[in-house]
């Protein structure tokens, strides 16, 4: 090949779906990926202890690119880290055993990290759906030149988990998926990837969001648990140096989620205890709060969020 040609990057995918009693959504969400426009791929459902049908639907579509791997049930991060150790791609994409990808989901992904070598991590904008897989709602993507500056203040608002694509090395590098979370794992591996490689962000809406009624209600506590431990586990490490000056208003801002997600399910206590907090680390976060209306409060808790 002459030296001014670029060879063509034609990697293979490794596609890691966590299911566990998925048996619901999870064809629709494989058939997604059978229906790809990139056809370089393969397609690792790992089943995380599941009772019912999970891997009979999984296995449903006889398609050759598609493997089951059987695992005890250990929660979504060990399942996804089970992925990514099976995976044979150069680059791992990640899909919930509920969302849904468009067409041309892959293709895009790769083509963007092909143009940019030096990029670890791509995710991209998405869109809710319901129960019944109707669009609800686009989810706000945040722009910003500082992704992971972005990510410490505003949570998941750089793509859900279902929209990222990394390069395999990158994630073998961070050490992947931490088993300490379930809620917040994807965001602790967003705020790890995006302070140790360059983090691509595309616009076009290319995955489908499912949320399902009563997963905030019955998940809050849990939520705010693993919020603050991922705070907490960032700014432990040397690359949290650069956001020193970030740490009390990322910490007040999250408080500030907790209290509109438990006053949106009438939690009214808890709701006050979070803002009390959000206000002791930073006491301007008060004057913001008391000067903003209570749905203010309650959008901000309908924010993207990291989830299991």
């Not at 009214?268 to 301007?284: H, W």
Request: charged residues 25%; contains cysteine; glycine residues 6%.
């Amino acid at each position: 090949m002459p030296e001014h040609e670029t060879r063509p990057f034609t990697p293979l995918v490794s596609v890691v779906i966590p299911a566990y009693n998925a048996e619901r959504t999870l064809g629709e969400t494989v058939a997604s990926v059978l229906s790809q426009s990139f056809t370089d791929f393969e397609a690792l459902v790992v089943d995380d202890g599941s009772s019912d049908a999970t891997a009979e639907v999984a296995l449903a579509s006889a398609d050759s690119r598609l493997r089951v791997l059987k695992t005890a049930n250990g929660g979504v991060s060990r399942a996804r880290n089970t992925g990514i150790a099976a995976a044979k791609g150069e680059l791992i994409a990640f899909l919930d055993s509920d969302d849904i990808w468009e067409p041309d989901k892959l293709e895009r992904q790769v083509a963007a990290l092909g143009a940019s070598p030096s990029a670890g991590f791509c995710v991209t904008a998405a869109i809710r759906i319901d129960e019944h897989s109707q669009v609800t709602e686009p989810i706000p993507l945040v722009r910003s030149p500082d992704v992971c500056r972005t990510l410490l203040l505003h949570s998941m608002a750089v793509g859900c988990v279902s929209s990222g694509m990394a390069r395999k090395s990158v994630l073998e590098s961070i050490g992947g998926f931490d088993p300490r979370f379930s809620q917040c794992a994807d965001w602790d591996l967003w705020l790890r990837v995006s302070a140790n490689t360059e983090f691509l962000v595309l616009d076009d809406q290319l995955v489908r969001y499912r949320t399902s009624p009563g997963n905030m209600s019955s998940n809050i506590r849990l939520l705010e648990r693993d919020t603050f431990a991922v705070l907490d586990s960032f700014f432990a490490t040397g690359a949290a140096t650069r956001y020193r000056h970030d740490r009390r208003r990322a910490y007040s801002e999250h408080w500030l989620v907790c209290a509109g997600s438990y006053l949106h399910t009438g939690q009214i206590a808890d709701a006050i205890r979070c803002l009390a907090r959000a206000a002791g680390v930073r006491p301007v976060s008060l004057t913001r709060a008391l000067g903003m209306p209570w749905r203010q409060l309650k959008r901000l808790s309908k924010s993207p969020r990291p989830t299991q």
